[in-house]
């Protein structure tokens, strides 16, 4: 695998990007805190505030992206590169590659996985005709995205040996699903938490765990979606698939235990800094939420719920064990909001995950390219 990293001491380094959110909360506070830079002093800087970092010395050569990116901060150093902290007020660390062009060829497909965000730099262009993969997925090809659940964790469901509630679904650009009440209501579901305030690159939020049932184990929630920036001095080329999804959440242990939420989508932040972004008909960019588990009954687990794994279709709650179960809520797609559990006489449903967030400077995508819509 050919791809270099590239350290940057954030301090360093004085550029304010224009492209701004703009809309007096988190984002424009830390953008505040940058020092506006001349032009000329700018080439060393990448992204938008408040996701930007800073290179002590500009990078160069082609980077091709074939295999697969780890972002724990040992896989960084083994790499040839270090860790990278974002310019802004959290100055939270991610994992950065860095060239004079980055591409990640048609037909290509590389998992991104580890404990820090991810940011591809190029000072000319970035090329996406292959599948850069973020997301994390509970069934197959199990993954869990870069940053995973970095930015919360919902809340679970309440425990009782007559059925355990569902763990609410993880919030983050929208608010997930409640969980279903076990026990016809003596447990409690997990209740949805409003979205956090968001300032930096960062993961979205799990599903939360459901309650357990007569002698079950509590169903674990699905991860979020992990996070990633494409950042272009000069152009940025999108005609494949970018994927920060959540996982769906495991379906109730029987007998009768609560189902996780589904896990929110994660974060994705474009960036083309001279205004040059193109986005091809067949992009596919989203950030979905995944489907919360379906509840248990006395001898029979619940299904679990769907990982978001398609861009324009709902990742589905997963099957309630029988009649005395209720399913898992639908995790978050496009402009469709999560989906809820319902109280359940045994074990209850999970609540689906939220949306993602996605952020786009230096350019406009079409409804059809993009879940959910940019904010």
């Given at each position: 695998m050919v791809w270099w990293l590239v350290v940057a001491l954030v301090a360093a380094c004085g550029f304010r990007h224009g492209g701004a959110v703009g809309d007096g909360g988190p984002a424009d506070v830390a953008a505040e805190q940058a020092d506006a830079a001349p032009d000329a002093q700018n080439k060393l800087c990448f992204g938008a505030a408040p996701y930007e970092i800073c290179l002590p010395s500009m990078p160069s050569g082609q980077v091709t992206l074939t295999?697969?990116?780890?972002?724990?901060?040992?896989?960084?150093?083994?790499?040839?590169?270090?860790?990278?902290?974002?310019?802004?007020?959290?100055?939270?660390q991610v994992c950065a590659i860095a060239g004079d062009t980055i591409d990640l060829p048609q037909s290509t497909t590389v998992?991104?996985?580890?404990?820090?965000?991810?940011?591809l730099a190029a000072t000319t262009t970035i090329t996406i005709d292959g599948t850069l993969d973020a997301a994390s997925r509970s069934q197959d090809q199990q993954s869990t995205g870069p940053d995973a659940n970095g930015a919360c964790n919902a809340v679970a469901g309440m425990s009782n040996i007559g059925g355990g509630g569902g763990g609410a679904g993880?919030?983050?650009?929208s608010t997930g699903g409640?969980?279903?009440?076990?026990?016809?209501?003596?447990?409690?579901?997990?209740?949805?938490?409003?979205?956090?305030?968001?300032?930096?690159?960062e993961g979205g939020c799990g599903g939360g765990t459901?309650?357990?049932g007569n002698g079950s184990q509590p169903g674990t929630g699905g991860d979020s979606g992990g996070?990633?920036?494409?950042?272009?001095?000069?152009?940025?080329?999108?005609?494949?698939?970018?994927?920060?999804?959540?996982a769906g959440g495991a379906g109730g242990d029987s007998s009768k235990g609560?189902?996780?939420?589904?896990?929110?989508?994660?974060?994705?932040v474009l960036v083309s800094q001279s205004q040059q972004l193109i986005v091809a008909g067949n992009a596919q960019i989203f950030a979905n939420g995944g489907g919360?588990?379906?509840?248990?009954?006395?001898?029979?687990?619940?299904?679990?719920?769907?990982?978001?794994?398609?861009?324009?279709?709902?990742?589905?709650g997963g099957a309630r064990a029988g009649s005395n179960a209720t399913a898992g809520g639908d995790g978050a797609y496009l402009s469709t909001a999560a989906g809820s559990s319902t109280q359940s006489p045994d074990g209850a449903g999970g609540g689906g995950g939220g949306a993602g967030i996605i952020h786009v400077f230096g350019g406009a995508i079409a409804a059809n390219n993009v879940s959910p819509p940019p904010s």
């Open positions: 295999e697969a990116i780890s972002t724990d901060p040992g896989d960084c150093t083994d790499a040839g590169g270090t860790v990278v902290m974002m310019r802004n007020l959290t100055q939270n998992t991104v996985t580890g404990s820090l965000p991810l940011v993880g919030s983050f650009g409640d969980g279903g009440g076990g026990s016809d209501g003596n447990s409690a579901g997990g209740q949805a938490l409003p979205p956090p305030i968001v300032a930096t690159l459901g309650g357990a996070a990633i920036e494409l950042a272009a001095q000069g152009r940025l080329v999108l005609d494949g698939v970018i994927d920060a999804s959540g609560g189902a996780g939420g589904g896990g929110s989508g994660g974060m994705i919360g588990g379906g509840g248990a009954e006395s001898a029979v687990d619940g299904s679990p719920g769907d990982d978001a794994t398609v861009i324009n279709a709902v990742a589905s």
